[in-house]
């Protein structure tokens, strides 16, 4: 009888090395403060950059909207409603605003098209809007109504406080 050796076990298949996950993060370098700021990956870039913007200080430029830049190549834009994403080697995301677009494009064309939009990104406070014109002909009449109704207001209760001692006495005369 001859002997069978058991089969032999199949050997395991090479290890891959797996690659290193992508970050979970993306970081977002302010110009205005100079600060980086790390949002996770997928972050709309309209709250990011209501959140860069809250976190300013009162000297600070508020940022209109964030954008991939690269030596060389044309910056990408992120909307409002943009996810946030990492472009790769050379990509840096950085906020952008009005006074850089402005000193970038050297004509006044863009100052003016900028003041015609209100927001650049919804949820954002423009620059522009911050100190909007407090006097105009509604405000004025409603100054103007609020004065007339005071002294209407007073002068019925100074003829109410100068007739009280006349209605108390006939008040006093009908019991």
Request: charged letters at 15%; hydrophobic letters at 40%; one cysteine or more.
């Amino acid at each position: 009888m001859t002997q069978q050796s058991p089969p032999s076990p199949s050997p395991s298949p090479p290890r891959r090395r797996t690659p290193p996950p992508p970050h979970q993060y993306v970081e977002v370098n302010c110009r205005s403060s100079g600060k980086t700021r790390r949002f996770a990956a997928g972050t709309d870039a309209g709250f990011a950059v209501a959140l860069i913007n809250r976190k300013l200080k009162g000297t600070a430029v508020v940022a209109s909207h964030i954008e991939a830049v690269k030596d060389g190549e044309e910056p990408i834009a992120f909307g409002p409603k943009s996810l946030l994403a990492n472009f790769g080697d050379g990509w840096v995301l950085q906020t952008v605003t009005l006074t850089h677009l402005s000193s970038e494009v050297g004509n006044g064309q863009f100052q003016h098209m900028a003041k015609q939009t209100p927001g650049l990104v919804s949820g954002v406070p423009d620059p522009a809007r911050k100190v909007s014109n407090p006097i105009s002909f509604v405000y004025l009449v409603k100054i103007m109504f609020a004065l007339i109704l005071i002294f209407v207001l007073g002068a019925v209760f100074t003829l109410f406080l100068d007739n009280l001692p006349d209605f108390i006495l006939f008040l006093k005369s009908i019991i």
